[in-house]
């Protein structure tokens, strides 16, 4: 054996959130591409939200559609 990758899988570190956001089965908190969930005003961005893909990338693609959607919130409001 040349190498060895063990996998334990994932947990996203949600529970302050448990009974706030709903969260899918995997304990991700639920929100779309805009990062805004079911509550107005709060965005979850990065890997605790609900996506396909979980890369650096797509973390720093929602930082940057939270900031966008966010701006437009406060102006609103
Ligand atoms: C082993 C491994 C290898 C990976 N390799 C790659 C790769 O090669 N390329 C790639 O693109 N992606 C890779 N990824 C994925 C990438 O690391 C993540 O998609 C990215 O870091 C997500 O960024 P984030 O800011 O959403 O979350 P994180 O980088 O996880 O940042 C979340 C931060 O929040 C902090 N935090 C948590 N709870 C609290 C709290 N209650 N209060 C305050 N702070 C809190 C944590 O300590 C952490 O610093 C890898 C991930 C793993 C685990």
Redesign the pocket.
């Known amino acids: 054996m040349d190498g060895l990758f063990i996998s334990i899988g994932r947990q996203p570190?949600t529970e302050?959130f448990a009974g706030q956001l709903s969260l899918d089965e995997g304990g991700y908190i639920i929100a779309g591409e805009s990062t805004q969930t079911e509550i107005p005003g709060v965005y979850a961005?990065?890997?605790?939200r609900t996506k396909q893909v979980?890369?650096?990338?797509?973390?720093e693609a929602?930082g940057a559609s939270a900031a966008h959607h966010i701006e437009q919130y406060l102006l609103e409001s």
């Open positions: 570190a302050l961005a990065g890997d605790v979980r890369q650096i990338i797509t973390a929602d």
